[in-house]
């Protein structure tokens, strides 16, 4: 409870719940006509649907063009069984979350593996379809739709009108909005923003992309559903047209409109649409005559000038005059997470064996033997094109063999997905750094320690998750200490210099609690004094007890600093040994100097 | 279902399925080489088909109003966005393209138009008013965001949609028209009548398919197109202009529309709206050829149409319903067999 104080004391929550106060107030107001309260209304089960949109395209990176037929799900589901069958409204909800459910998990299911855009094909060309067979089913009244709908009743009265019906969609608004925010700011909701990322990245740490790309749509269908269900309850009547392909589209104006990333932006977004929306009803017809309609011509012209001029939609507008949020708060002391135990220093960690990858008819890794033993640094080097990075990703689970074993601890590992690897304790960072540029420092960092943590959708959405959450945070803010970077954990990622985001891979590889460091040319990029931290840093974790293997491609940073070195030539392995072998080996003079030398 | 039935159905779904062929590859073509899933494809087809109407009735089309509207929209976007590297002979080349263009077009159909031409010369008027209107739409809505998302851009283009569907409505009301047919000569084939249209129809998807084909291989224009959809950073490097590839994509993709609908505007009534439901026929064919084969995307197109004839047969109720629902399978083959998510490096 002091912390729900604590946390409505912040400057931007206060703000938030004073709106809140405000807007509860308008409808008690005698002087405010029945119009603008109707207003609200729409704009409260807009904004509902808008929620929803605003957690897949803005934060999630994916969108879908049949929103409106969930709404459609809601309102039909209930409008038949309330007036069929005499079922209470409130239980129709459940129903029609169900059936919503049902729908949503299949076609998502079939489309989320598919590149992004067809996501939004798919719900376009299934909307249409529901959108017909709304209009065809005899059971559902055709294209008159059904008639007759129950109001919603509080305590045996009737929310029949615009003003008592105002809070019961506003409380919907309100605890979409808290739960959705409460989702981003939680592990499942780094997994989630992770995805605008790429999916290489969050499944390097476990991510599973697929799945959570279906919470997420599965979310937003949900919440449009509960607006459809109120929608029929507060019209009374459905018909097929507010299901529609351009309802739909009208939502992803709002969610553009007012932009991505941020749950209130999507209030604010509908507000937006549905006041441009009666203006524009208003002053067209004495602007231009009431023969035409240019309101699409409008919409459309508008929705295109957004994307071009304002892609981050119209919030930041308002964002700018907002105090800032408060830091999150770090419990250093809370209870530390599990630790995995280190297996016995000198013990064989990973061995690859006769591993070969053959592009077509191209073989960039020709039967290469590598290990790697508990406690040391282990470098893969060669000249540019000898197959380092293709034996580092076949060691990753990034890519397929062609032939060979990998086995990590003694198990095999090869064949295996990137994020069960991942689970295993092998932790990897990339030679083209992949961050999330507009989350902070701590926040890419906590990406890393998403499989040490159980908390799912629900758990967040009531806040059940915090104690977990602070042992993440907490973990993840050592980390960043551990590297060097505590200056920073509060910056946005995207302001960092290159030097400093590989180091920021580097604590989100450790986040994951590793036996084994998998680094992709890490010093490449930095400058000498930067390249110096970084081999400070890594011999200081050799001697915390962590194996690394390093792809480099700077001798000289590789000579003082690994233990064991293996060297590729045109996917060949022509010398392995200590840095003091290798520096000897004439192949390796060769490879790298040509003969003459 | 006797024989002739079954024959006269295949011969129905082949005409559509021509016509949506042509739709799918326009949108297989924008969408390699600009990645905009052109969703205002089926627009430039209701156009197609209006336009042709009124000329047959001998008055002068809407589309030619709309026509300059986009010149100067064009014109205004191009100076907008590029006024900072404006020079005289830029500036020049833009107000011809964009500007005499549209005008000339415009006195020149005011000067046909009532004349009451031929049927195949009010088609190629038609051409010749809609073709524009691709690069212009191009010009205002997508050249200025070209390296956004693949999602942002499908957002933009259905913003597109919606005010191309609004402006139909502004410019041809909301009444539908047919147009006369090209001939009026019928072929009786055994228990079939081919009428005219219909084997315009087929000449023209063959013949087009096959310029097109040849457009890709031989002139440096097509050559260029390809290798901007095969890679847009390597075609930029070696001094293509990914803006002007784009240009004539959206342009192909105006023709291709227009020609659709010039089909189509004998065959059925056309609204200013009819275009949307038609031009997704065409994307569902897309889909299937992955939205990169345009043979495969053919053959769907020719599948969807015959689908489409069918179910019009058994449950004409539930037409439209029955070929939307066809992307759920389509969708549930390309995830298992393709099934990747991969869109980085």
Known sequence: ?597 | MDATILLFLIQDGITNGAIYALLGIALVLVFTVTRVIFVPQGEFVAYGALTLAMLDTGKVPGTVGLLLVFGVCAFLSQLWNGWRDIDLARLGRDAAFNLLLPAAIAAMTFWLAPMKLPPWASVALTLVIIAPMGPYLYAIAFRPIAEASVLTLFIVSIGVHLAMTGLGLVFFGAEGFRARPLTDVTVPAGPLVFTGQTLSVYAVTLVSMLALSFFFHKPLFGKALRATAVNRLGARLVGISASLSGSIAFGLAAILGALSGALIAPIATVFYDSGFIIGLKGFIAAIIGSLASYPLTALAAIGVGLVESFASFHASYLKEVIVFTLIIPVLIWLSFAHGHTDEED
Request: include cysteine; hydrophobic fraction near 50%; charged fraction near 15%.
């Open chain 1, 1 to 597: 409870m002091a912390d729900l104080l604590k946390n409505m004391m912040n400057p931007r929550s206060m703000i938030f719940w004073l709106a809140a106060v405000a807007l509860a107030v308008v409808p008690l107001i005698p002087a405010v006509p029945v119009y603008w309260v109707t207003l609200l209304d729409n704009i409260g089960l807009a904004a509902l649907v808008v929620i929803g949109l605003v957690l897949l395209t803005g934060v999630g990176g994916m969108t879908s063009f049949g929103q409106a037929t969930f709404c459609g799900f809601g309102a039909y589901a209930t409008a038949l069984l309330t007036t069929q069958y005499g079922v209470s409204p409130w239980l129709t909800l459940f129903v029609a979350l169900a059936v919503t459910l049902a729908v949503a998990l299949a076609l998502g299911f079939i489309t989320v593996r598919l590149s992004g855009h067809y996501l939004p094909l798919g719900t376009i060309a299934w909307g249409i379809a529901i959108y017909y067979l709304f209009g065809k089913l005899e059971i559902l009244g055709r294209n008159d739709g059904i008639t007759g709908i129950p109001p919603l009743s509080v305590a045996g009265y009737q929310l029949s009108d615009s003003r008592s019906v105002f809070y019961v969609i506003w409380a919907f608004v309100l605890a979409a909005c808290v739960a959705t925010s409460n989702l981003l700011d939680s592990r499942m909701g780094r997994a989630i923003r992770a995805l605008r990322g790429g999916t290489r990245a969050a499944e390097a740490f476990g991510v599973d992309t697929a799945r959570v790309k279906l919470i997420v749509f599965v979310y937003a269908a949900l919440l449009a559903s509960v607006s459809g269900w109120l929608y029929a309850h507060v019209q009374r009547a459905v018909t097929p047209t507010p299901f529609g392909i351009n309802a739909s589209i009208e939502y992803l104006f709002m969610a553009v409109a007012g932009g991505t990333g941020h749950v209130v932006a999507a209030i604010f977004g509908s507000t937006l649409v549905i006041l441009l929306k009666e203006a524009l009803q208003r002053i067209l017809p004495v602007l231009l005559g009431h023969t035409a309609n240019w309101e699409p011509v409008v919409f459309g012209a508008v929705l295109v000038l957004i994307l071009q001029k304002w892609p981050g939609g119209l919030w930041m507008f308002v964002e700018r005059l907002l105090p800032q949020s408060l830091a999150p708060k770090i419990t250093a002391d809370a209870a530390p997470l599990p630790v995995r135990s280190l297996p016995a220093r000198g013990s064989n960690l990973l061995s690859l064996e006769r591993v070969r990858k053959a592009f077509q008819g191209l073989v960039a890794v020709n039967d290469v033997d590598l290990s790697v033993r508990s406690g040391d640094i282990v470098a893969l080097i060669g000249p540019n094109g000898a197959g380092k990075s293709t034996t580092f990703n076949l060691a990753s689970g990034l890519l397929p063999l062609t032939a060979g074993t990998v086995s990590f601890d003694g198990v095999r590992i090869d064949g295996e997905a990137p994020r069960r690897i991942a689970a295993r304790g092998m932790a990897r960072t990339f030679q083209h750094v992949k961050v999330l540029p507009d989350m902070s420092v701590l926040d890419n960092v906590a990406l890393g320690a998403h499989l040490r943590g159980k908390a799912g959708v629900l758990s967040a959405t009531f806040r059940l998750d915090r104690a977990e959450e602070a042992r993440i945070m907490a973990d993840a803010a050592r980390q960043i200490e551990r590297v060097g970077l505590k200056d920073q954990m509060l910056l946005q990622a995207g302001s960092l210099a290159l030097g400093q985001l590989r180091i920021l891979e580097i604590a989100r590889a450790l986040c994951l609690d590793p036996q084994l460091l998998l680094l992709d040319e890490p010093a490449a990029g930095l400058r000498h004094f930067e390249k110096q931290q970084l081999a400070r840093l890594l011999s200081q974790l050799r001697d915390e007890g962590m194996s690394i293997l390093l792809v480099e491609h700077d001798m000289g940073f590789v000579m003082g600093l690994t233990d064991h070195i293996v060297v590729l030539d045109f996917g060949m392995r022509i010398a392995a040994g200590s840095p003091e072998e290798i520096r000897a080996n004439p192949a390796v003079i060769e490879a790298y100097l040509g003969a003459s030398a």
